[in-house]
Structure formats: structure tokens, C-alpha cells
């Protein structure tokens, strides 16, 4: 009933840049961090930026400075900005919110999923960095 979805990548050259974007949708009652990580071939997947709900904002050391994250609340959008990508940037880019569900009773009361909150990721997005 949750889904999470990315959309924006693609083939972008050194020196470039690129902003990828993820929507969370369905029945949500609150998102807590939302979340960009990448993985690139024979190697773990790896967290690079994160943002609080608040608006705090966390990056790895390797995209300090060229990577940004957003997010846009109402919406519940995550948005990566990639500017001066380097080849090792190259990697499927996967979004993850960390959010409570939403359940409505017939009487049509809307609660929090007792179960709190989950992690919900999305399908993964490649971005390849090459001239």
C-alpha cells in the first residue's frame, strides 16, 4: 500500500549534472528520514545522503560538496542533485523513506500502523557517468 519510486536517471558526462527524484505514495501517515543510496557493481550499497523531515541534512565524504538533498514535505519528495559527477559516481541510485503507514477504520478513523516505523524502498534507478 506504500510505494516508493524513482525517476531521473540516465547517462550523464563528467562535470555534468543530474537530479534525481522519489515520491513516496499511498497510505501514509508520516515520514520520518528519506534517504539516497547507491550501489555500484561487486560492491555494497552504500548510504549518501540522507535528510531529516526537519530539513538536516547528511552526506557521505564522497559526494561532500557536489551532491545535494532536498525534499519537498507535502509532496513527500526526495530530490538528489548531482553536480561535477566523477565515474565511480556511476551506480544504481536507490531511494529509501523510513515512515509509519497509515490505517483508516470503517468508520473512517485514521490511525498510525501500530507497527511504527518501517523502511520502504524503491526499485532502484542507474546513473552512469561517462563522456
Known amino acids: 500500500q506504500v510505494k516508493v519510486v524513482e525517476s531521473g536517471g540516465g547517462l550523464v558526462q563528467p562535470g555534468g549534472s543530474l537530479r534525481l527524484s522519489c515520491t513516496a505514495s499511498?497510505?501514509?501517515?508520516?515520514?520520518?528520514?528519506m534517504r539516497w543510496y547507491r550501489q555500484a557493481p561487486g560492491k555494497q550499497r552504500e548510504l549518501v545522503a540522507d535528510?531529516?523531515?526537519?530539513?538536516?541534512?547528511n552526506y557521505a565524504d564522497s559526494v561532500k560538496g557536489r551532491f545535494t538533498i532536498s525534499r519537498d514535505n507535502p509532496r513527500n519528495k526526495v530530490y538528489r542533485q548531482m553536480n561535477s559527477p566523477k565515474p565511480e559516481d556511476t551506480a544504481v541510485y536507490y531511494c529509501n523513506a523510513e515512515l509509519e503507514g497509515r490505517i483508516c477504520s470503517p468508520n473512517g478513523g485514521c490511525y498510525s500502523d501500530p507497527r511504527g516505523l518501517r523502511d520502504y524502498w524503491g526499485q532502484g534507478t542507474q546513473v552512469t557517468v561517462s563522456s
Open positions: 535528510v531529516t523531515g526537519g530539513g538536516t541534512t
Open positions: 499511498g497510505s501514509i501517515f508520516t515520514i520520518n528520514d
